[in-house]
């Protein structure tokens, strides 16, 4: 009898045995996921990709005037002066990924003379494009009268005008950096217009195109984000 009741108590400590034992083992990670792939799926979006020279089947995006900017399926059609950064749309080929797009710069081909692609943010592809020194041209009203002295500012002022695109861009890159500035309008403003010419020919800077940005009293011909990125 006493035999007996004795055997549910034995295999009760038995199995409370096993599970502390189990217990005490060391965590482990989940083993990883295995999918089965596609042979015949596209390749990788971040594979390497290329424009051949003299490819027929991309769309060419540049900056173009003002800037507005321009299509052409043809890399000699780029104008030289917006070969340095040019969007690429691949008719025939692999995709970027999400959220971004392809470009290359035609001016820097490979030892087979294709054209090497990177990624860019989509968002940001007008911006880098126009940032590369782009402007747009301008004249300065006749009969400004310059003022002999103009005070040293310590912050940021934008010359401007209303229909300028790149400088449209170029108050998109302060407002995205958190930069606070001051934007004047020269075809709007007379005051602002030979306040300009003043700075300009004290310095030297050539003047017809904006935008003109003034920080801390240098200033910037057009929108050159590699020099503002040292300057803020």
């Excluded at 900017?69 to 070969?83: G, L, Y």
């Excluded at 040293?152 to 606070?180: M, N």
Aim: charged share 30%; aromatic share 6%.
């Amino acid at each position: 009898m006493t035999r007996l009741r004795a055997r549910p108590t034995l295999r009760f400590l038995a199995s409370a045995a096993v599970l502390v034992a189990l217990a005490c083992e060391p965590e482990r990670p989940p083993a990883p996921k295995i999918e089965a792939t596609d042979p015949d799926a596209p390749p990788a979006a971040d594979a390497e990709a290329f424009l051949e020279p003299g490819a027929s089947d991309a769309i060419l995006t540049y900056a173009g005037d003002r800037g507005v900017f321009a299509d052409t399926s043809k890399v000699d059609a780029v104008p030289p002066e917006a070969r340095g950064l040019v969007r690429v749309k691949l008719l025939s080929g692999p995709e970027a990924p999400a959220g971004t797009v392809w470009v290359t710069n035609l001016g820097a081909a490979e030892a087979d003379g294709r054209f090497r692609l990177r990624t860019v943010p989509r968002d940001l592809f007008e911006e880098l494009a126009l940032g590369e020194g782009r402007s747009s041209d301008v004249s300065l009203p006749e009969g400004l009268r310059p003022p002999e002295q103009v005070a040293k500012v310590e912050g940021v002022i934008v010359y401007k005008t209303a229909w300028c695109g790149v400088c449209k861009k170029l108050e998109g890159y302060l407002k995205r950096k958190g930069v606070d500035y001051e934007a004047k309008d020269i075809e709007k403003d007379r005051a602002a217009a030979a306040e300009l010419q003043a700075k300009a020919q004290a310095q030297g800077v050539r003047t017809g195109s904006v935008p003109v940005i003034d920080v801390g009293g240098q200033l910037i011909v057009g929108f050159d984000r590699a020099r503002l990125e040292q300057l803020l």
